[in-house]
């Protein structure tokens, strides 16, 4: 990948305060907090009898990732890399765009 002359590369200080902050907030916030939505969520995802008052996205992505890792930690590792990576992103767009 080529750069612009004169462009600042600071692409990684910024990926290194996103992996901090992620690594910050699971040390911290680990394994999240479960709501009584979110519980009712997780037993659906975990074969209870389903309902339409939640939308079944969750649901089948709690399912899902409960085959991998059971326990309501892994959504929460899923929003923090989500937010992270996005605050991350904007941070580089944000530092090219000034370039």
């Known amino acids: 990948m080529s750069s612009a002359p004169g462009r600042r ?5 910024l990926t290194a ?3 901090l902050g992620f690594v910050f907030f699971v040390a911290c916030y680990y394994p999240g907090a479960m709501s009584l939505d979110s519980a009712v969520i997780w037993s659906q995802a975990r074969a209870a009898p389903s309902t339409n008052i939640y939308g079944t996205g969750l649901r089948w992505m709690w ?3 409960d085959k991998f890792w059971s326990g309501p930690g892994v959504l929460f590792l ?3 890399a989500l937010f992270w990576s996005r605050a991350h992103l904007n941070a580089v767009w944000r ?3 000034r370039s």
């Open 9 to 13: 590369e600071s692409w990684w200080p």
């Open 17 to 19: 305060v996103a992996l």
């Open 63 to 65: 399912w899902l990732a």
């Open 78 to 80: 899923i929003q923090l």
């Open 95 to 97: 530092d090219d765009s």
